[in-house]
């Protein structure tokens, strides 16, 4: 083996510092996640906390493992904290050995665990009557990942910050499926960790088009996917429409940009087996899935910030919720998912489920991963009939308990009648009070950050909601309970009666969506009744739809004051405003131009016609990344029209060039109020009065 060059030789003298000073000194220890060293930080304060009260140091009990202690601590933890479950206590003890490795730099002793295991399935459940029952572990096989990407795209009607964020969770949720990796790990996803090529079947001559993902905090290292013929469960196709939104792909030799449809239809040159299709080198260290930022302008995408978590474990609890599934929907569901179809295949192996599981032995899926639900038919095995598989599948599926009539939010009147509760009426009190101080003391709060009345209302505002919050969640628990007792005997009587109605949900035409691209997506869902059925029209119109998708958000407007859904009156207008014409959609489809930022196509400038209200910001009207709800959306007052533009349109003089002009009326000028009158009632179907112009331009 060679010897590693170096501009100038180490004596011995130098490792000798060295392990006087440092290695001698410093525990090595495994680097643990940033969230789990904020909970061995939580834990520890616990634990210094119980020493504090039973005056032991905190170091010394720890370092001498006095395994009575651990059990005594956690008595003193069920005592003190709301513990009702086994794992809750398990997963507070599980800190305490990282802890010990971080001070001490080794184990603790396995007699020291073993003891304190035996004590918590034993003594401590009877004294505290704690729930010993095993977690259910839910699945999201692919029935389930059916419902959910179908509310993610027809049902849900929740407001992203931005719509590529929209996107990216589609994304990143086909990754989790069709990787098994770790949530966190796909979020720190760079593009110079993707490859994107075209392979060639060397015995078929078959091509097709390959996404390869090296995760780097994981052991299995790469892990790759191929197309689908179905683009709603294609990956690839997903991330190309997020690379083509960042513009990611080196240009071509003669200046052009790689579009959609050149890169699904790209093949391999003869003499080749596979070819690349390359990113842009400066981009290799950027994240794929970012976050999203406030600016002057609105809601942009980072760029550079990764997603959070936190915002990911968010949206996908809110997507759970939404579909209706009674179990809380995470990540881990969808790794669990692939990890058990991999190891019920009977061509797969322990090895091959390890290596796709990120596991170095089958101890950990068998633990934490592996279904307590049994999804093979025990009975006709003994019997030795033929088994009901896809029965006993379905059974196991967390789209089982699926009801659309169950109780997902809070009533209006019900969050009234919490806030009329006497306890949260006295914290209100006293919230208030403290306002009214600051206010007549400092007349803004901001103002008094740093004093001690501050403190004080930012502690009581935190108990006020905080309350309020844990109250509506417990009264929804509630009212979800009662549901669940009550409607299957009700369904079960209705059945006998005679009634066999179908329970249907909401359909499309019930959803508001704010974007053509939602809807054209949202319309082939509802249009389809299996995954066989699901067939977009023209692949490359699919990630057309999603890039374009990409550049719009919507403003947080008041939910008073936001359309939520159409009568059936308006049916047809909400359908001919978004439709995109089959004569369009075919030249679109079959154009290699890219999707160029700040463009508008037709379809998207079809505006009904409307009465123009006092205080609309009219200057907006081509601002192709927002909804035709924020673009006629009418502000309260004068006051609020002009925060809008100070805040927005810090730069515009009042005879300036309109920043944000209508595609189809970039060029024209208007010399009197009257042909702008004019030109809004024959161009765009705006009517108003030369009074409201005059209100409009003399802020």
Not at 167 to 181: D, F, G, K, M, P
Not at 592 to 598: D, L, R, V, Y
Not at 623 to 651: A, M, Q, V
Request: glycine share 4%; aromatic share 10%; proline share 4%.
């Amino acid at each position: 083996m060679g010897r590693k060059k170096s501009h100038r030789a180490l004596d011995g003298e130098y490792y000798n510092r060295r392990f006087e000073e440092v290695d001698s000194k410093q525990n090595s220890y495994y680097k643990y996640a940033d969230d789990t060293e904020d909970a061995i930080a939580r834990v520890e304060t616990f634990w210094k906390e119980y020493c504090l009260q039973v005056k032991i140091d905190s170091y010394i009990t720890l370092r001498n493992l006095v395994r009575g202690r651990f059990t005594n601590f956690l008595h003193w933890m069920c005592n003190n904290f709301k513990i009702k479950k086994v794992g809750s206590i398990e997963t507070y003890w599980r800190r305490i050995p990282q802890l010990f490795i971080k001070l001490e730099g080794g184990r603790m002793d396995p007699p020291v665990l073993s003891h304190v295991h035996d004590y918590k399935h034993g003594s401590l459940v009877d004294e505290h009557d704690l729930d010993d029952r095993e977690t259910e572990k839910p699945l999201l096989d692919v029935e389930d990942f059916w419902e959910v990407l179908q509310c993610h795209w027809v049902m849900d009607t929740n407001k992203f910050p931005h719509e590529r964020q929209r996107v990216q969770l589609a994304t990143i949720l086909q990754i989790a499926a069709y990787t098994t990796s770790h949530p966190r790990a796909l979020l720190e996803i760079r593009y110079g960790d993707v490859k994107l090529f075209v392979q060639r079947d060397v015995k078929t001559v078959e091509v097709g088009l390959m996404l390869q993902i090296e995760l780097k905090k994981t052991k299995s290292r790469k892990k790759q996917n191929a197309l689908d013929d179905n683009p709603f469960f294609c990956l690839p196709s997903h991330f190309i429409a997020v690379a083509l939104d960042d513009d990611a792909f080196e240009r071509l030799p003669d200046g052009s940009a790689l579009t959609s449809r050149k890169i699904l239809e790209m093949g391999v040159r003869p003499g080749l087996k596979s070819q690349r299709i390359p990113f842009r080198g400066e981009l290799a260290n950027v994240p794929v899935f970012r976050s999203h930022i406030q600016t002057s302008k609105g809601t942009k995408t980072s760029a550079d910030a990764a997603l959070q978590y936190s915002n990911f474990n968010g949206w996908l609890k809110r997507l759970g919720v939404e579909t209706g599934f009674a179990q809380v929907l995470t990540a881990y569901c969808l790794r669990r998912a692939p990890g058990n179809a991999i190891n019920d295949d009977p061509k797969s192996n322990d090895p091959t489920r390890n290596l796709a599981m990120d596991h170095v032995d089958s101890a950990i899926f068998q633990h934490n991963y592996l279904s307590r639900m049994i999804r093979y038919d025990i009975q006709a095995a003994y019997r030795g009939t033929d088994p009901k598989t896809e029965l006993i599948r379905a059974a196991g599926r967390t789209s089982r308990l699926m009801d659309p009539r169950r109780p997902k939010k809070l009533t209006h009147e019900q969050k009234e009648k919490i806030k009329r509760e006497p306890a949260i009426q006295k914290l209100r009190e006293r919230y208030d009070g403290l306002f009214r101080k600051i206010r007549d003391e400092f007349k803004f709060v901001y103002l008094a950050k740093g004093k001690f009345i501050h403190d004080q209302y930012q502690k009581a505002r935190l108990d006020t909601y905080g309350t309020i919050w844990a109250r509506e969640r417990t009264v929804l628990m509630e009212t979800q309970a009662r549901y669940d007792a009550l409607v299957p005997l009700q369904d079960v009587q209705e059945q006998i009666n005679g009634n066999t109605q179908s329970i249907e949900t909401k359909l499309t035409h019930e959803i508001h969506y704010s974007f053509p691209e939602r809807f054209r997506l949202a319309n082939v869902f509802v249009g389809s009744r299996s995954q066989e059925e699901l067939k977009y029209a023209d692949q490359a119109a699919f990630v057309d739809d999603l890039v374009s998708l990409c550049r719009r958000y919507e403003t947080r407007l008041s939910v008073r004051k936001r359309k939520r859904s159409f009568s059936e009156e308006t049916l047809e207008a909400v359908k001919v405003e978004h439709m995109e014409p089959e004569t369009e959609k075919a030249s679109r489809s079959e154009s290699e131009e890219p999707i160029a930022k700040g463009t508008r196509t037709s379809q998207d400038t079809a505006y009904t016609s409307t009465g123009c209200k006092p205080f609309q910001r009219l200057i907006c009207i081509g601002r192709t990344e927002l909804s035709k709800d924020d673009l006629i959306h009418n502000y309260g007052s004068k006051d609020s029209l002009r925060r809008h533009f100070h805040r927005f349109h810090p730069n515009f003089e009042p005879n300036s060039t309109c920043l944000y002009p209508h595609p189809e009326c970039a060029k024209v000028i208007f010399e009197l109020s009257t042909d702008f009158l004019n030109h809004a009632a024959r161009k765009h179907g705006i009517f108003m009065h030369e009074q409201t112009w005059l209100k409009l331009v003399s802020f």
